[in-house]
């Protein structure tokens, strides 16, 4: 049986909270102390889960950069 290849957390609509901490190399501290100040990127809550749709993520880091 042929194993499917893995796609990359990127490729997805939404990442979970610890696929946006690797790939952004963001702490889960940090990311949580951004929602509480009231900025961070936005997340959804899917049943019990909290995921950060893609987009959001990539607009989120945009604002990051410092010109």
């Given at each position: 049986?042929?194993?499917?290849?893995?796609?990359?957390?990127?490729?997805?609509?939404?990442?979970?909270?610890?696929?946006?901490?690797?790939?952004?190399s963001?702490?889960?501290?940090?990311?949580?102390?951004?929602?509480?100040?009231g900025?961070?990127?936005?997340?959804?809550?899917?049943?019990?889960?909290?995921?950060?749709p893609?987009?959001?993520?990539?607009?989120?880091?945009?604002?990051?950069?410092?010109?």
């Amino acid at each position: 049986m042929q194993k499917l290849p893995e796609t990359s957390a990127l490729a997805k609509a939404a990442l979970t909270i610890p696929e946006f901490v690797e790939h952004f190399s963001v702490s889960r501290a940090a990311l949580y102390k951004q929602w509480r100040a009231g900025g961070g990127p936005p997340r959804v809550k899917v049943g019990s889960r909290t995921l950060i749709p893609t987009s959001a993520a990539m607009r989120w880091l945009d604002k990051q950069i410092q010109p």
